[in-house]
């Protein structure tokens, strides 16, 4: 059984089960199947994981589901959620925003804290710049103003450091081509290859805690997902003019030794945003729910704590 419900004006097709009950659900939204998962108790937050294409798994915060309810959807063209006609094309932000609505619609609660994490990071601001009405407060967790050769360069600048730190490291040579490897990835055998091998990097001191997270490595999945529209324009970002009118409560999150999103993104990200708090994880990388998780989640509860009082 199930009813039919509009966002925007277009149908969104719901099932009867109570759309935030622990475990995994499917709505679909457009035609297309939306896949999400339920875990924790309190406040709700929607957890948009990044990529763009990487599995949901990585995202789990079991430390964070003691004070919220997590919402974690697995954004389409990832994982058991539907792919576009057009895929791996015309994943934009904007389309992601959309589904990410329909979703908060289909909740049923008044109002959701958004955490979007990476390129869920970027997607969350445009959405909360777009669509701020049913939205409690905001968490960039290794987000970034912007896309496109700026940004690509300051990664590059971070690796070359990260390439210094462990210089003569038997694994840092599988790292470094990696990177190489991203601009011919192709399809998701290749994709989930190319995040395995970078994956050391992305952490504060993979190697020195190999043990607890190449688990994680080896298990990491991933989609191809191109980062062009259906007529094959880059969907480039630059928010920077843009986020000054965001009034939403923002917490920007980030961990001292990330690579693709570092400190500077974080920083600059809280001078734009009126009123926004910054958070630096000095023990982490890119994954500081999974390098410091009792720190990341007291961060992120009292956070939203205080958002929720405020609204």
């Not at 990529?51 to 990832?78: K, S």
């Not at 490291?169 to 995040?195: K, S, Y």
């Not at 630059?238 to 030794?257: I, N, Q």
Request: with cysteine; charged share 20%; glycine share 12%.
């Amino acid at each position: 059984m199930s009813i039919d419900t509009c966002w925007n004006g277009d149908p969104v097709t719901i099932p009867s089960i109570h759309p935030l009950s622990d475990g995994t659900h499917t709505v679909e939204i457009d035609g297309v199947a939306q896949r999400y998962h339920v875990h924790g108790a309190g406040p709700v937050c929607v957890a948009h994981s990044g990529g763009p294409g990487i599995a949901w798994e990585y995202l789990r915060m079991p430390e964070l589901e003691r004070h919220l309810t997590v919402v974690y959807p697995e954004p389409i063209g990832t994982g058991a959620s539907g792919r576009l006609p057009s895929h791996p094309h015309g994943y934009t932000r904007a389309r992601y925003s959309r589904f990410l609505g329909a979703l908060i619609e289909h909740l049923g609660v008044p109002e959701v804290h958004l955490l979007g994490h990476s390129h869920g990071g970027f997607v969350v601001q445009y959405h909360a710049l777009h669509h701020p009405e049913r939205i409690a407060g905001v968490i960039l967790y290794e987000s970034a103003p912007v896309t496109g050769p700026e940004h690509v360069a300051e990664a590059m600048r971070l690796v070359g450091l990260f390439a210094e730190r462990h210089a003569g490291h038997p694994g840092l040579p599988e790292v470094l081509a990696a990177f190489q490897e991203i601009p011919g990835i192709c399809d998701d055998a290749r994709m989930t290859a190319v995040a395995r091998g970078l994956l050391p990097a992305y952490f504060a001191d993979y190697w020195g805690r190999e043990d607890e997270f190449s688990p994680l490595r080896a298990s990491l999945t991933a989609a191809h997902i191109s980062g062009l529209d259906e007529d094959l324009t880059p969907d480039l970002i630059d928010d920077r003019a843009a986020l000054g009118s965001l009034s939403l409560p923002v917490l920007v999150l980030v961990g001292r030794s990330d690579v693709i999103c570092g400190v500077r993104w974080a920083e600059e990200l809280q001078r734009l945003i009126p009123g926004s708090e910054l958070l630096i994880l000095e023990g982490s990388g890119h994954f500081g729910h999974i390098e410091e998780p009792e720190a990341f989640a007291h961060g992120v509860g009292r956070f939203v704590t205080a958002a929720t009082a405020r609204a």
